[in-house]
């Protein structure tokens, strides 16, 4: 693996410990009872988030789920519309009648989140073909969890995506868990990316709390896919060290378990690899965008219910438009 140049570090650093902060004050601000809507953190994924979108360009897509935050801040969201969401303003990036499952940003090449587990493997797989289709080079990513490769359109979108030499990666998380029930308990093959053989594809196994390594592996999958040789499957051994959701106890997580991964935390192993890095400078960077995004989000106006019809029907009008 080769080793990085200083400011792409600095640039990965960066982005890993702005996911953290972002999700870490959300987490607070949930608690506080001030956000609308469910909170699903990824606290402990972040290398795998800004492993795989360091390999895209601004004009790649990426599908994301109810698990979303880090991925579309990593593929370079604007954080204020993130923030602005969670409040349900209508600055937010679904004008506030989305929230956190419901994030988009079609400028930065973040197509959606998505709660239906497994849906963001067909949507990419859908967005790589027209990628194909139109010859616009784009190369589209979906990211899901372990859980979700046991979902049917994971089979349909694998096979369909190898058959046509689609520009598609799929990403799978594999956090260990779906909701409270280990990996363990719902398959017995416990490398997802084993399955790649089923289907005709490359797949790849890495530690998904390595970002340089995420990366890497990446990087191959994407020009493979930008080259027209078709779709690659990576699985990101990696953990979530917060609940499910906000709430959740976590009860079912043995503390061993915890502990060892806590110590694999990824923005600490990165920083050790790389003492010339300055995480105290990341995080202000980070504090300061996050706050900033806050108050932006603080002063706009609460989402309203008026515009429900025309944001959700193709053929709805909004109020008072003129066409
Ligand atoms: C089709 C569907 N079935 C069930 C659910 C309820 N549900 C929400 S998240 C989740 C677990 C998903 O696990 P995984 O794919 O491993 O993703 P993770 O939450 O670990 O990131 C389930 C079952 C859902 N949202 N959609
Ligand atoms: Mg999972």
């Known amino acids: 693996m080769a080793e990085l140049d200083f400011d792409r570090r600095t640039r990965m650093l960066n982005a890993m410990v702005l996911i953290r902060v972002f999700e870490e004050r959300m987490q607070a601000l949930f608690a506080e009872n001030q956000l609308a809507g469910f909170l699903h953190l990824s606290i402990g994924q972040e290398a795998t988030?800004?492993?795989?979108?360091?390999?895209?360009?601004?004009?790649?897509?990426?599908?994301?789920?109810?698990?979303?935050?880090?991925?579309?801040?990593?593929?370079?969201g604007n954080v204020d519309a993130m923030v602005a969401e969670l409040f349900a303003r209508e600055t937010g990036s679904c004008r506030g009648v989305g929230g956190s499952m419901h994030l988009t940003d079609p400028e930065a090449g973040v197509l959606c989140a998505n709660a239906i587990v497994g849906a963001s493997i067909g949507l990419a797989t859908g967005a790589a073909f027209s990628s194909q289709f139109t010859g616009s080079g784009g190369v589209a990513v979906a990211f899901f969890g372990d859980g979700a490769a046991n979902q049917g359109i994971f089979h349909e979108s694998l096979n369909l995506a190898a058959l046509w030499s689609l520009p598609v990666v799929f990403i799978c998380e594999n956090n260990m868990y779906a909701e409270m029930s280990r990996q363990s308990s719902q398959s017995l093959v416990s490398d997802i990316a084993l399955r790649s053989i089923a289907y005709g594809m490359p797949g790849v196994t890495v530690d998904g709390n390595d970002v340089d390594a995420v990366l890497a592996v990446t990087q191959s999958a994407v020009s493979r896919a930008r080259e027209g040789d078709g779709p690659t499957l990576i699985e990101c051994k990696t953990y979530?060290?917060?609940?499910?959701?906000?709430?959740?106890?976590?009860?079912?997580?043995?503390?061993?378990?915890?502990?060892?991964?806590?110590?694999?935390?990824?923005?600490?192993?990165?920083?050790?690899?790389?003492?010339?890095?300055?995480l105290a400078r990341a995080n202000a960077v980070a504090s300061r965008r996050v706050e900033g995004a806050i108050e932006f989000a603080r002063e706009s106006q609460p989402a309203t219910t008026a515009d429900l019809a025309w944001l959700t029907y193709a053929?709805?009008?909004?109020?008072?438009?003129?066409?």
């Open 240 to 278: 979530r060290t917060s609940g499910h959701f906000e709430g959740d106890q976590q009860t079912y997580k043995p503390a061993v378990e915890v502990a060892t991964w806590s110590a694999r935390d990824p923005i600490a192993s990165f920083v050790a690899r790389y003492p010339d890095l300055d």
């Open 49 to 76: 988030a800004v492993g795989v979108c360091e390999a895209l360009e601004t004009t790649d897509y990426i599908v994301t789920t109810h698990r979303g935050h880090g991925h579309i801040i990593a593929k370079g």
């Open 315 to 323: 053929d709805a009008r909004r109020e008072g438009a003129s066409t």
